[in-house]
């Protein structure tokens, strides 16, 4: 099963930042936390992990609570293309598999 | 530099057949793992391959089978086709080590759709 708990569905205007949350209570020390997101018939696309510390690249943020619980997936101007089912994931370095949950369908509208 | 090429992008096939998907890896990734995915159990993990073993299975049964070549390029089979294994499947691949300290993420292609008629 998968170890986190997302949104089904968030809605955010073009041009303003979209922040997906995501929980993970159980994340354990070793265990990163990753983003992925499907866009329509495509495969999953990797955006961005972390640890512990903020991350920041060109495709996005990701903000990390101090205790690690629960995090927060940030695209600072969305696009219409960022329209798309978006996955947190937490996995240890070197897991041989990504364990999906039913992830954040988010939709950006004009 | 090229993406994860999967082949073929679509297929139709009766129940009872076996198919064969394939799948080319980015250059220099060692891993390629295999995904189902379906409107009713999401994406599902089927196995994981690196330098030619099977590293880690899913929990599917085993008409399910897959392989990796020497340059890394995998097929995964499923015989006996069943109504239920109509999905799209995924492939993805990986450095499959830690590489400079940091684990990159997965490459999926863009998957093959199959439909069991």
């Known amino acids: 099963d998968a170890k986190t708990t997302q949104p089904t569905s968030m809605d955010c205007a073009e041009g303003r930042a979209a922040n997906l949350p995501c929980n993970h209570s159980t994340i354990s020390g070793n265990e990163y936390v990753y983003w992925y997101r499907q866009i329509h018939s495509q495969g999953p696309q990797y955006i961005i992990h972390g640890l512990k510390n903020n991350e920041t690249n060109e495709m996005a943020s990701l903000i990390i609570t101090e205790d690690r619980k629960s995090s927060t997936l940030i695209l600072p101007h969305a696009t219409l293309r960022d329209t798309a089912v978006y996955y947190c994931?937490?996995?240890?370095?070197?897991?041989?598999?990504?364990?999906f949950g039913q992830g954040t369908r988010l939709t950006i509208n004009p | 530099k090229a993406g994860v090429t999967q082949t073929p992008r679509y297929l139709i096939k009766t129940r009872g057949q076996q198919v064969t998907l394939s799948c080319s890896p980015i250059s220099g990734h060692r891993s390629v793992s295999w995904y189902q995915q379906t409107p009713g159990q999401g994406l599902q993990f089927l196995f994981e391959y690196f330098s030619e073993t099977q590293r880690n299975k899913g929990n599917f049964p085993g008409r399910f089978s897959g392989r990796q070549f020497s340059n890394s390029r995998s097929e995964m089979n499923v015989s006996t086709l069943e109504l239920g294994d109509s999905a799209l499947y995924l492939c993805?691949?990986?450095?499959?080590?830690?590489?400079?300290?940091?684990?990159?993420?997965?490459?999926f292609g863009s998957g093959t759709r199959l439909t069991v008629v």
């Open positions: 993805a691949s990986s450095w499959g080590a830690v590489v400079q300290g940091r684990l990159y993420g997965y490459t």
């Open positions: 994931i937490v996995s240890i370095q070197g897991a041989q598999k990504l364990v």
